[in-house]
């Protein structure tokens, strides 16, 4: 059975960063587009990051380009999202998802149950 787990997440101030890990059992993350999503209190879940199932692609929303770095090691089946320069407004659940595909659309094979982010200001 295949499990997707979400860590890192936490209490920090603005601007300072974290780094979320993911990781898969019995996923080969070379078959599957991976992506980090966000869900804060009354607002619809968004997609932050998304990089391809070749990983050679990556891709962010606007308000996280320049400071979310997305990444992963096939070889510990691992996603990552570092986060730079976090301010309040990105705080949320974060959940990593993953897509039996080249890239990552609206409905994932796979949820993970979310790492908490909160970032003070």
């Known amino acids: 059975q295949v499990q997707v787990v979400e860590s890192g997440g936490g209490l920090v101030q603005a601007g300072e960063s974290l780094r979320l890990s993911c990781t898969a059992s019995k996923l080969i993350f070379r078959s599957y587009a991976m992506g980090w999503f966000r869900q804060a209190p009354g607002q619809e879940r968004e997609g932050v990051s998304c990089?391809?199932?070749?990983?050679?692609?990556?891709d962010y929303v606007n308000s996280v380009k320049g400071r979310f770095t997305i990444s992963q090691d096939n070889a510990k089946n691992t996603l990552y999202l570092q986060m730079n320069s976090l301010k309040p407004e990105d705080t949320a659940m974060y959940y990593c998802?993953?897509?039996?595909?080249?890239?990552?659309?609206?409905?994932?094979?796979?949820w993970g149950q979310g790492t908490q982010v909160t970032v003070s200001s």
């Open positions: 998802a993953a897509f039996q595909r080249s890239w990552c659309g609206s409905w994932p094979n796979y």
């Open positions: 990089i391809s199932s070749s990983g050679r692609s990556t």
